[in-house]
């Protein structure tokens, strides 16, 4: 089956600065999703992109699908200690009943 | 606008027992998601439906079972309550078929089960 391999595992970083993190998957998506969960919460849709290529920002955060359709990046720059949780990328390959494919997550903690 | 609710918050089983997690949802959504989250792990999925009266296996159905008798509810019971039970349990929607945005999954805050 599809398999989401997201990277890094844990991020420990300084309020202010710049965070990178991706997910690859061994087969094809035609849709990525990044998510972010806050500790006791459900995870809350933060991006989501349709188009190999696709560069989309929201607000402080810029996700990416990448042209290989098997990868996608996701950048949040000056970060705030309220980024603090836990991001997960998503994918689908299209399935007619819409299933996700998730990364492990990576758990975002930052010092003010 | 309340989106998917879930209860209860926290549950503490005995081995053996069982109980039912309630999900409901108020954007018309006609699918609908249970998913497990165990630590370091991303979420798995349990059971799906796509519309009332129809539901389907996902990738760990084993010890759960569902039904949808109406567009809003989707509930998952646990018959016989086992330690590896022990989860965090998310409820999702999405919307139906045809638009751009009809692969983003909405989640409920979710219910943390303990099997003791």
């Known amino acids: 089956g599809q398999q989401l391999n997201q990277s890094p595992q844990s991020m420990f970083i300084q309020e202010g600065e710049d965070v990178s993190m991706n997910c690859t998957s061994s087969s094809i998506f035609n849709t990525w999703l990044w998510y972010k969960q806050d500790p006791g919460e459900g995870p809350v849709l933060l991006i989501a992109?349709?188009?190999?290529?696709e560069l989309t920002s929201n607000g402080r955060l810029t996700a990416q699908f990448g042209i290989t359709r098997k990868d996608s990046f996701l950048n949040i720059s000056a970060s705030i200690p309220s980024d603090v949780g836990i991001y997960f990328c998503?994918?689908?390959?299209?399935?007619?009943?819409?299933?996700?494919?998730f990364g492990q997550g990576t758990i975002l903690t930052v010092h003010p | 606008n309340a989106g998917v609710t879930q209860t209860p918050k926290f549950r503490i089983l005995k081995i053996g027992q069982s109980m039912t997690l309630q999900c409901t949802q108020d954007?018309?959504?006609?699918?609908m998601y249970w998913y497990r989250q165990d630590p370091g792990m991303g979420l798995k999925l349990i059971y799906y439906?796509?519309?009332?009266?129809?539901?389907d296996k996902g990738e760990v159905p084993n010890g759960y079972n569902v039904s949808r008798s109406t567009t809003e509810d989707f509930p998952l019971r646990l018959e016989l309550a086992a330690p590896s039970q022990t989860s965090v349990y998310f409820c999702?929607?999405?919307?139906?078929?045809?638009?751009?945005?009809?692969?983003?999954?909405?989640f409920g805050p979710g219910t943390r089960l303990t099997v003791t």
């Open positions: 954007m018309n959504h006609n699918y």
């Open positions: 998503a994918g689908s390959g299209g399935t007619s009943y819409g299933k996700l494919t």
């Open positions: 439906s796509v519309g009332a009266g129809i539901t």
């Open positions: 999702a929607s999405k919307p139906n078929p045809g638009g751009r945005s009809s692969y983003e999954q909405y």
């Open positions: 992109l349709y188009k190999a290529g």
